[in-house]
Nanobody
Framework: QVQLVESGGGSVQTGGSLRLSCAASGYTASRYCMGWFRQAPGQERGGVAQINSYRDITYADSVGGRFTISRDNAKNTLYLQMNNLKPEDTAMYYC?????????????????????WGQGTQVTVSS
């Protein structure tokens, strides 16, 4: 059974940093496209970043230059390093996975491309 478990969320002030982790089980992260998404209260879930099996990476325009997605194949874990956080980054952050090696050729990953989801981890940025 495939399971994705996020961790690393928390509360920080504007300009702070957090690193989110997504541990995968029953699934080999290095073989597939994986991504990070976020959802703020009252808003739709939107894509943040994605990485394919060849480590090609894309980011949503809103986080480019501040967030970095990476993957540790030995630990079967996906990461999202978030720097220079802003109040508008406040949201529940979700890890997601596909069953394809390649991601879609878009900047921000699309929710409907991903079939496997974690439970989410909350990030709150105060001004």
């Amino acid at each position: 059974q495939v399971q994705l478990v996020e961790s690393g969320g928390g509360s920080v002030q504007t300009g702070g940093s957090l690193r989110l982790s997504c541990a995968a089980s029953g699934y080999t992260a290095s073989r597939y496209c994986m991504g990070w998404f976020r959802q703020a209260p009252g808003q739709e879930r939107g894509g943040v970043a994605q990485i394919n099996s060849y480590r090609d990476i894309t980011y949503a325009d809103s986080v480019g230059g501040r967030f970095t997605i990476s993957r540790d194949n030995a630990k079967n874990t996906l990461y999202l390093q978030m720097n220079n956080l802003k109040p508008e980054d406040t949201a529940m952050y979700y890890c997601a996975a596909r069953r394809t090696a390649y991601c879609s050729a878009v900047s921000a990953p699309r929710t409907y491309d991903f079939a496997i989801w974690g439970q989410g981890t909350q990030v709150t940025v105060s001004s």
